[in-house]
């Protein structure tokens, strides 16, 4: 596609449900990466894709959090038991190869609301 | 690991005055360093980023940035801020070798006062 599309925009759930967050990332792109932007955090690394290899998963908070990218493209975080402190912006960003210099595209987010 | 501060939150600074957004890094060996923007209701934009040659880079809407490893910093300048300038700033920094990941800082919020 043109950019990186992220939905549901917006997602609101309560305490102890599970979420599931969807990015499709630039077609050809084989990097993507989840990020977390929640008040005074900035944007906080959850978890890496790189072609083939083994994710990067070093950045989920817990083991509630999980992520899975299938056939090299459209990944899913999904959130179990969700808690409050989960609320924030959920960032997924694709690049052309995940070389370090490489810009990255960003998605617009989605917001999620535990109540 | 890399790691990235920001050390200030956020900065205001009257519209045609100067800005400097200070960024320190931390690497092993000389990182791949950017700055992104993002507007209010935005998507997150690149400004610029530094992996090699000139340590002053250029970025867009008139940003500028210098790498010194000496201090392992990279701040961001402006020599005048417009009021559409008004924005979270991220610096990032990506590594070298392994998995190249890119980690940003927690940001500096950017408030342009007439």
């Known amino acids: 596609g043109a950019g990186v599309s992220q939905s549901p925009s917006n997602k609101v759930t309560e305490k102890g449900k599970d979420v599931e967050l969807r990015c499709d990332p630039i077609?050809?792109?084989?990097?993507l990466y989840w990020y977390r932007q929640s008040l005074g955090q900035g944007l906080e690394f959850l978890i890496y894709?790189?072609?083939?290899?083994?994710?990067?998963k070093s950045g989920l908070p817990s083991d509630r959090f999980s992520a899975e990218r299938t056939g090299g493209s459209v990944s899913t975080l999904t959130i179990q038991r969700t808690q409050q402190e989960d609320s924030a912006v959920y960032l997924c960003?694709?690049?052309?190869?995940?070389?370090?210099?490489?810009?990255?595209?960003f998605g617009s987010g989605t917001q999620l609301s535990v109540l | 690991a890399q790691s990235v501060t920001q050390p200030d939150i956020h900065i205001t600074v009257s519209e045609g005055a100067s800005l400097e957004l200070r960024c320190n890094y931390s690497?092993?060996?000389?990182?791949?360093l950017f700055w992104y923007v993002q507007s209010p209701g935005q998507g997150l934009q690149l400004l610029l980023k530094?992996?090699?040659?000139?340590?002053l880079v250029q970025g867009i809407k008139g940003f500028e940035a210098e790498f010194k490893r000496s201090q392992s910093s990279f701040n961001l300048r402006k020599p005048s801020v417009h009021w559409s300038d008004a924005a979270e700033y991220f610096c990032?920094?990506?590594?070298?070798?392994?998995?190249?990941?890119?980690?940003f800082g927690a940001g500096t919020r950017l408030f342009v006062k007439a």
């Open positions: 960003a694709s690049s052309s190869t995940g070389i370090g210099n490489e810009k990255l595209f």
């Open positions: 077609s050809g792109h084989t990097a």
């Open positions: 894709f790189q072609g083939n290899s083994a994710p990067d």
């Open positions: 690497y092993g060996a000389t990182p791949y």
């Open positions: 530094y992996f090699s040659g000139d340590t």
């Open positions: 990032a920094v990506g590594a070298r070798t392994g998995g190249f990941k890119t980690i």
